[in-house]
């Protein structure tokens, strides 16, 4: 019995002797380097992938990756030059226009053309100038903001970046037309005129 214990033993000292030499082996034997045709198989697939990269429209690349470099929505990061309040859905429009409302650079309709031909507001652009966000809420810092804001159909709420969400204003059928407002414009539009006339 003393026997067989003492040969396992020295069969265990020889194992690891042999195991720690294999171990020392491994890590001084140098990485293997690639061979002359596979560097040449290389170089030939890096070209084929190029040629056929540089032959592909933007449309094929952004195909070619479907989960890379995904275009960000406008607004969502919180860095632009303008707050948007959406008031529609954009999937309810096929094209899409913007314009200045008063002065260059302040207030801005994004209006949308849905399939039938009508046209609506999808959403407002407020200038950063003209506006701010002060605890969640949209602030305005200009008399055309100001305005806006009151005539839109619900307070703008928060949704993410510099985008919020609000209801349009109320839709004023045609038998109440002329409004008050509309009837004070027009007097005040005619006033200018005849003072340019005979000013």
Wanted: aromatic share 6%; net charge positive.
């Amino acid at each position: 019995m003393l026997r067989i214990y003492t040969i396992l033993w020295l069969l265990g000292i020889l194992l690891r002797k042999k195991l720690a030499s294999l171990i020392v082996d491994m890590l001084n034997e140098e990485p293997r380097m690639a061979t002359d045709k596979q560097r040449q198989a290389a170089q030939a697939n890096i070209k084929k992938a190029q040629s056929a990269w540089k032959s592909m429209s933007s449309r094929q690349h952004s195909l070619a990756q479907p989960k890379g470099r995904k275009r960000v929505k406008p607004g969502t990061k919180g860095e632009g030059d303008y707050f948007r309040i959406v008031v529609r859905p954009k999937e309810q429009f096929v094209t899409f226009r913007n314009q200045d409302v008063g002065k260059p650079g302040g207030l801005q309709r994004l209006a949308g053309k849905r399939s039938s031909g009508s046209w609506s507001t999808q959403a407002w652009l407020v200038s950063k100038d003209d506006a701010h966000i002060e605890h969640d809420e949209l602030v305005p810092d200009s008399k055309d903001a100001k305005d806006l804001l009151s005539k839109l159909g619900s307070k703008p709420v928060h949704e993410k970046g510099d985008v919020f969400s609000a209801k349009d204003r109320r839709n004023v059928p045609e038998k109440e037309k002329p409004t008050a407002a509309q009837k004070r414009a027009r007097a005040s539009n005619i006033k200018k005129a005849q003072a340019a006339r005979h000013g």
